[in-house]
Each structure stands twice: as structure tokens, then as C-alpha cells.
């Protein structure tokens, strides 16, 4: 406990238990720092780091009640006594989390209003930046869709009800076997990769969702350890994949979400090996504004026509290149999608499939 009351404290309510809010906000912080190249020793004598220099330690570990930061000193020596203090506090739905900074005015020597002047002109802006529409609406989309993460994402993308009808079309469209290599990029949570490793199968799964990443190994263990499947933490630009090493190539549901799909059609097309096969699966513009596009995301995703899909295709390479809209119904009725949702699926104009090859 400090022995006087913090410089700075920020209280938020979670409807969680303590321990659940702790495990969340350890995750999540885990995500966001190294997005931004902070690494983050998430335990007892831990540290965060940017590049190998510590900014802080971590001076106690409480799992569900406290975490203590204490951040390193400044350059000119003033902050020895700066820490970070995050607690759990049951309410009895739910719990409370408090942050509190403590040792903060040391950085800013004898001026008693330069620690509130430094809170409303650098804390506070940054809050409000992140209350803006847009701000939310990315947050949101990459969360949903774009970078999933978050406990309800988790649960989503283990086994996804609704993505199921274009993972049996691809499936049955490539009909794998023992003999093939697959890449899935853009793999969410791994269930294409565990239904497809029946065939016999070797594959990789590449997502830039580090949750992502962590679900589809722990879905897909036995294929992990038994070297069947390889999980990589990567963009779709930039494959960490040896050239010619794919019989085949798959992505679902995820090109409308790629900053540059050129460039990770070509990367995909460096994969193959020649004769390779790809499928890329894409919603149309059909959907925005329905369940299976609905704001934040429907206004922050591509939703390609079927000439250009083509086009991109060709660009990067590929030859024999053909676009699909197939009725998707009966690959709903396959997925056990509830009837309530069936119409979605229904007919074509929802969804293409890009079919190509990487000439031989």
C-alpha cells in the first residue's frame, strides 16, 4: 500500500470476477505493447522492455489482486520512486480495477503544476484521441474481425458456426491429401487447419493475431507436436515461409482486411511451388449492413467485385484464374447454421471464391 495517496488514479468496472479481469488485462496488455515493440515479462520479477532497455520491473504479482510496477529512473535521475499499482477489488457482481500512480512529481523537480498540467495535456488527450468514433470503430473491427482477440473472440474462432459453410466449399474444391502442403493465411482460430489435417496434410497457419496464434496451436496440439503443423505470428505481406514449399494455398474471410492484397497474393504465389493451387474466399458487398457485415466493420473492409479479384490474381502471377459465386446454402445446411440465418447463404451474389494456379 502507498503511504500517501497516488498522483494520478483511474478506476474502471469490469463485470468479471477479479481473476478473470486480471487475466484479461495481462493479455491485452501483452497485445498492445508489442504492437508498439514493448515486450512484456508478464510475472513475478518481470520487466517491460523497448528493445533491451528496461522501463520498468515488475515488484509484485498478486494473480487476481495486484500488480506493482516500478519504473526505472529518467535520464536526469528524478523518478526512483515512480510506480504503477494496478488492484482487483471485488464488488460483488463484479470487480473493480484501479490504477494508481504514485512518485510521478519527482520527474518534473520543485513545480507543483507540472504533474497536473503533464496529466491534462498528455494523459488525458490520449484518452480522449481513443474515445473519438473512429478510434472505437477500429478498435472494434480489429477485435471482431480484422485482429481478433478478447475472450468472446476466442470463443467465436475456435469453432466458428458461421465460417464453416466457406470452409466445407473450400474444402470440397481442394479434396487434400497425405501428399499435400498447405498454407492457410489469415488462420483465426485454427479450425479450417484441424478440419483439413484429416486428409493427411502437413500445414502452416500464419495470422497476425498473437490470440489468434496462441488458439490455433492450442486447438491443433497434437498437430503441433507432431510436426504436422507449423503456427507462425506473421503479416500476409510478408510470409515467413520458404519459397516453393506449398502444394496449396488457402485464405478465408480475410483479404477484405488486407492493407496491400497485392502484395500478400504475391507472397502467396512465392509459397507454391509451381502447379500450386490457390482459393481465396471473399464476401460481397451484398452483405454490408446484414449480420454477416454490420457496422463498425462493413465500413472498414473491402468488399472486392469479381473482375477485380481476377485481375489481382493475374497481377501476382497466377494463371489459370477463375472466379466462382456459388450457392452457399447447402454448405450452411452442412455447417448446421441455425435456420434463422439461412438466408444469408441462400442463392448466390454473397460471397466469391478465387480459384488460380501458380503456372508450372
Not at 503533464?118 to 480484422?146: K, N, V, Y
Not at 464453416?164 to 479450425?191: H, M, Q, T, Y
Not at 500464419?206 to 507449423?230: F, I, K, W, Y
Amino acid at each position: 500500500m502507498e503511504s500517501s495517496a497516488p498522483d494520478v488514479e483511474i478506476v474502471y468496472r469490469a463485470d468479471q470476477s477479479p481473476r478473470e479481469a486480471f487475466d484479461a488485462l495481462v493479455l491485452e496488455l501483452e497485445d498492445s505493447l508489442g504492437r508498439s515493440g514493448i515486450s512484456f515479462e508478464a510475472r513475478t520479477n518481470g520487466a517491460m522492455r523497448l528493445a533491451d532497455s528496461p522501463l520498468c520491473v515488475v515488484t509484485q504479482w498478486e494473480v487476481g489482486k495486484e500488480i506493482a510496477l516500478h519504473w526505472l529512473a529518467m535520464p536526469w535521475g528524478q523518478s526512483k520512486d515512480a510506480t504503477i499499482r494496478i488492484r482487483f477489488e471485488s464488488d460483488g457482481t463484479g470487480c473493480r480495477v484501479r490504477w494508481s500512480l504514485s512518485g510521478w512529481a519527482g520527474l518534473f523537480d520543485s513545480d507543483p503544476s507540472a504533474l497536473p498540467d503533464w496529466a491534462a495535456g498528455e494523459l488525458l488527450p490520449g484518452i480522449f484521441h481513443r474515445l473519438l468514433p473512429d478510434s472505437i470503430g477500429e478498435w472494434a473491427t480489429d477485435r471482431m474481425a480484422r485482429r481478433p482477440a478478447g475472450a468472446r473472440s476466442r470463443e467465436v474462432y475456435r469453432d466458428p458456426t458461421y465460417h464453416w459453410p466457406n470452409f466445407w466449399l473450400i474444402l470440397d474444391r481442394l479434396n487434400l491429401g497425405p501428399s499435400d502442403r498447405l498454407l492457410e493465411v489469415g488462420c483465426g482460430g485454427g479450425a479450417f487447419l484441424k478440419k483439413a489435417l484429416e486428409s493427411g496434410c502437413s500445414a502452416t497457419g500464419v495470422d497476425h493475431s498473437p490470440q489468434m496464434v496462441a488458439l490455433t496451436r492450442e486447438s491443433n496440439l497434437d498437430n503441433v507436436r507432431s510436426g504436422r503443423l507449423t503456427v507462425v505470428f506473421a503479416d500476409a505481406a510478408r510470409l515467413p515461409v520458404d519459397s516453393a514449399a506449398f502444394t496449396c494455398c488457402v485464405s478465408t474471410g480475410a483479404i477484405g482486411f488486407f492493407p496491400d492484397p497485392l502484395a500478400a497474393l504475391r507472397e502467396m504465389h512465392r509459397a507454391l511451388a509451381p502447379g500450386g493451387r490457390l482459393m481465396v474466399y471473399a464476401s460481397t458487398a451484398v452483405l454490408r449492413g446484414t449480420p454477416a457485415a454490420a457496422e463498425p466493420v462493413a465500413s472498414r473492409v473491402h468488399f472486392f467485385e469479381g473482375p477485380e479479384l481476377a485481375d489481382l490474381a493475374r497481377r501476382a502471377g497466377f494463371s489459370a484464374v477463375r472466379v466462382e459465386e456459388p450457392d452457399m446454402e447447402p454448405y450452411a445446411l452442412r455447417a448446421g447454421v441455425p435456420e434463422e440465418a439461412l438466408p444469408l447463404f441462400r442463392g448466390t451474389g454473397g460471397c466469391f471464391l478465387l480459384r488460380a494456379e501458380k503456372p508450372g
